[in-house]
């Protein structure tokens, strides 16, 4: 009869879990929405022609605006979950803990995609306005933009993280860092742009 031979297990089967952290803004959140790919494809196709037979257009500064919001298929307004996600991995170096593994344990859910590219949204509770302000193009010239603001907003975020390598308590606090440090959207403090202007910060909601 042969004996049995134990093997030892070094990997654990992974425990996901899902948690709901409902925010409130506590400064403006300003939305810009890349959506220039097209015109950029068409440029890139012409080549050298499009130089020549550029035409500069009047600028439809309504258009812009609408332009500028995410709207799922569903036709509400949606801040990328990415964007959460990211300033969730930012926020880490905030405590000393590795960029690397938070970019492993945890992510944001989705409630819905963008209806144009595919983006997954976190929906976002408020009503924007039209917000007017300069800004400076690469040749450094200064330009007028129009972006969606929401002065007062919120909204519900479902993170699914590894309760192997955080607990509920660290992403409440991760989450808590996230918007009084790093925020979201155009202007947060984290931009890698600049230092920001102090929009897309929150609070969370007990």
Request: charge should be positive; glycine fraction near 10%.
């Amino acid at each position: 009869m042969s004996a049995s031979v134990e093997k030892s297990i070094a990997i654990k089967a992974p425990d996901f879990r899902v948690l709901e952290v409902r925010i409130k803004g506590a400064s403006p959140f300003v939305q810009h929405r890349f959506h220039n790919k097209a015109a950029m494809i068409a440029a890139q196709e012409a080549g050298s022609q499009a130089r020549s037979k550029k035409v500069r257009e009047p600028k439809d500064f309504e258009d812009l605006y609408h332009k500028a919001m995410h709207i799922s298929r569903e036709g509400w307004c949606g801040i990328p979950a990415g964007a959460f996600r990211n300033a969730m991995i930012s926020a880490c170096r905030t405590v000393g803990y590795k960029m690397t593994h938070a970019k492993l344990g945890a992510m944001v859910l989705a409630d819905g995609f963008d209806k144009e590219d595919g983006t997954p949204l976190v929906r976002i509770d408020g009503e924007p306005r039209q917000h007017f302000s300069h800004a400076r193009n690469d040749n450094g010239s200064v330009d007028i933009r129009c972006r969606p603001m929401w002065e007062e907003w919120g909204a519900t975020v479902r993170i699914r993280f590894d309760a192997g390598m955080f607990s509920e308590t660290d992403i409440v606090n991760l989450m808590m860092r996230v918007g009084m440090q790093v925020g979201v959207g155009e202007g947060r403090p984290d931009s890698r742009d600049s230092a920001g202007l102090g929009w897309g910060l929150f609070e969370l909601v007990a």
